[in-house]
């Protein structure tokens, strides 16, 4: 009986200490990557991936601080098990990883920063982190280039002001980060509040001014 008591009394401990170590945040940013310039800037495609041209897929999406300050890694060792239901058909589309395996890519998106969502928002596992990103990411971001420049072909030199300007014509007030790789534009930033609205006090450093937007 003595044992049985104990083994509660260290499984209750075990338990609120994993609670205890629950992070909270005040911030999203949504991080959107463009093949088009990524690919001509480097060498890319997943070996099970393909990856779609003229359309904007995701890196992640990352609970984070206002401050500019990074959480800590979520948790560690979670596995992704992909199938062929529709999550899945849509995270090889809208997700693709353009350098490693799709299940490796997604796994350090979800132990890095989904799990710390899941956890907040009390939801059962990876699935419904990576539904809500997809939903969100189809809804806004998908076409974001197509529709923000509209008639651009071959490679045209976007100064970071415009690239801002266009995009708040389709998102009002976003609050934008871009990444440049080789000068080439390979990654778009969004800082969101928790209701997923613009967050225009988050603070964050440019990667670059300027870049080379490629359409091909």
Excluded at 136 to 156: D, E, Q, R, V, W
Aim: aromatic share 14%.
């Amino acid at each position: 009986m003595k044992y049985i008591l104990l083994l509660i009394a260290l499984a209750s401990t075990l338990c609120f200490n994993l609670r205890s170590t629950k992070q909270s945040y005040d911030a999203y940013v949504m991080a959107v990557q463009w093949a088009n310039g990524y690919c001509t800037a480097q060498k890319c495609g997943g070996k099970d991936s393909k990856v779609i041209k003229n359309t904007m897929t995701i890196h992640g999406l990352w609970p984070s601080l206002k401050s500019g300050k990074r959480l800590n890694v979520c948790t560690s060792g979670v596995k992704i098990k992909e199938d062929s239901s529709a999550l899945f058909n849509d995270m090889r589309t809208y997700w693709p990883s353009f350098a490693k395996a799709n299940t490796e890519f997604w796994g350090h998106e979800y132990n890095k920063h989904g799990y710390c969502m899941v956890e907040e928002k009390g939801w059962k596992g990876y699935e419904q982190y990576f539904r809500y990103t997809l939903d969100l990411h189809i809804k806004t971001y998908k076409n974001l280039f197509l529709k923000a420049f509209p008639g651009y072909s071959g490679k045209n030199n976007v100064k970071y002001e415009q690239l801002k300007e266009a995009i708040r014509r389709i998102i009002p007030n976003a609050t934008i980060n871009m990444k440049c790789t080789s000068g080439y534009i390979t990654e778009l930033y969004f800082y969101l509040e928790k209701d997923m609205s613009p967050c225009p006090t988050c603070k964050f450093s440019n990667a670059c001014k300027s870049g080379t937007l490629v359409f091909k």
